[in-house]
């Protein structure tokens, strides 16, 4: 399967600040990334679909100004949380789609926000 | 609304015995199936999956079986491991979600050596 990494692997920050995670392809190109969150033992919920070249498409309820998503090459796509505020402490994982339907998955980053 | 269900929180199995997890979905739309293994702090790992125009699917150890009429899925782990133990999530896509995954809440199992 395709080998995906996350950066950083962890990130504590301050209410009101930034915070960019990196998701890259190490062994192929990927026109479309995903990304997730998921919630102390929840599910894995898709917050977008990360296109290159053109603008993410948001899952309902998901703010598109809050979680800024660029994709800025076939490898790289990146979330950035603005303004972060407590509620927004979460594991946040990227994934790129095989060739069969199924999905690699990065190795995540858990966000604090204090 | 949840389409993808598990709705067993917690699994426990002795080495060397049988594992079976269990999945339902809502959507008939949903036309391919996927289970994923995770550990804490780690992003899911791609285990096995299935096409709706299939009712097994089988990969060394795990087997997946599916029952389109029951809306239904399983995972089988035999002989189960140790190295097993893990959080155990099935997803899947179709429709108009095709390319995206809709995950169940998880199963945790845990196999005793």
């Known amino acids: 399967g395709a080998v995906v990494s996350q950066h950083p692997s962890r990130v504590i920050c301050k209410s009101g600040t930034s915070v960019k995670i990196e998701c890259r392809s190490l062994d192929f190109q990927a026109t479309t990334m995903f990304w997730y969150r998921q919630f102390p033992k929840k599910s894995l919920m898709l917050m977008a679909t990360s296109n290159e070249g053109s603008k993410a498409t948001y899952e309902q309820g998901v703010e598109k100004d809050k979680f800024l998503i660029n994709h800025a090459s076939l490898t790289l796509s990146t979330l950035t949380v603005t303004s972060a505020h407590p509620e927004d402490s979460s594991f946040y994982i990227c994934?790129?789609?095989?060739?069969?339907?199924?999905?690699?998955f990065g190795p995540g980053t858990r966000l604090t926000v204090t | 609304d949840q389409q993808v269900k598990q709705n067993s929180p917690s699994l426990s199995v002795q080495e060397g015995r049988i594992s079976i997890l269990n999945c339902d979905y809502t959507n008939s739309m949903f036309d391919y199936f996927l289970w994923y293994k995770k550990y804490p702090a780690e992003g899911p790992t791609f285990l096995i999956s299935i096409s709706s125009i299939k009712d097994k699917n089988e990969d060394g150890r795990f087997t997946v079986f599916l029952n389109k009429s029951a809306k239904h899925l399983s995972l089988h782990i035999v002989p189960s491991q140790p190295g097993d133990s893990a959080v155990y999530f099935c997803?899947?896509?179709?429709?108009?979600?095709?390319?995206?995954?809709?995950f169940g809440q998880g199963t945790i199992l845990t196999v005793h050596p």
């Open positions: 997803a899947a896509s179709g429709g108009t979600s095709y390319g995206k995954l809709t």
């Open positions: 994934s790129l789609p095989g060739p069969l339907g199924e999905q690699y």
